[in-house]
């Protein structure tokens, strides 16, 4: 062992490790918030979604039977033996009948809305599955090591120090002998 290993920093090492163990537990925390998010927007277009488009369809229905009634008895009563033109009770039917049809698209795009975000979930899921590994296996193995080198630098600094003296004694050229 002529050469030292010339390590001039143990903390570094040590402070690589924790920062990566801090590191994996951000990761950890960013990703269970992200999939606890999106559960929350899965939940909010599966069920909350569907009970408002629901209901919406039905008062929609609703109002095109009451246009469509209050059109029938503008028609029902004519005014002077003449046929009324009843043109708001239509333009009420046609809005009532537009805005059911509005209701009726959301609610279709709403089921192909869920289904398609919850496809895009597991295609996350699946993305993601090799950085949570990281965080929950690679990073503490990583750090481990870190620690086994660092105790083994220490080890080998401390052998270094208490041979020193010994090591400079056998490299003095020794005087010669006088005879």
């Not at 369809?57 to 609703?62: E, H, L």
């Not at 003449?82 to 333009?91: F, H």
Request: proline content about 4%; some cysteine; charged content about 35%.
């Amino acid at each position: 062992m002529t050469e030292s290993a010339n390590v001039k920093a143990f903390e570094a090492i040590e402070e690589l490790r924790i920062e990566l163990l801090r590191f994996s537990k951000r990761v950890d925390e960013g990703l269970t918030e992200i999939a606890s998010e999106t559960r929350r927007v899965i939940d909010w277009i599966e069920h909350d979604r569907p009970i408002y488009w629901k209901e919406r369809v039905r008062r929609a229905t609703d109002a095109v039977g009451e246009a469509k009634n209050d059109l029938h008895r503008c028609l029902m009563y004519p005014i002077n033996d003449e046929q009324p033109s009843c043109t708001e009770e239509r333009q009420a039917v046609k809005k009532a009948q537009a805005y059911l049809k509005y209701c009726q698209d959301k609610q279709d795009r709403l089921r192909e809305w869920a289904r398609s975000l919850r496809h895009e979930m597991h295609e996350y899921q699946g993305r993601v599955a090799h950085l949570r590994a990281a965080g929950d296996e690679s990073a503490p193995a990583a750090a481990a090591l870190l620690e086994r080198v660092a105790d083994t630098l220490e080890k080998y600094v401390a052998q270094a120090s208490a041979a020193a003296p010994l090591i400079e004694a056998i490299r003095q050229p020794t005087p010669p002998k006088k005879d």
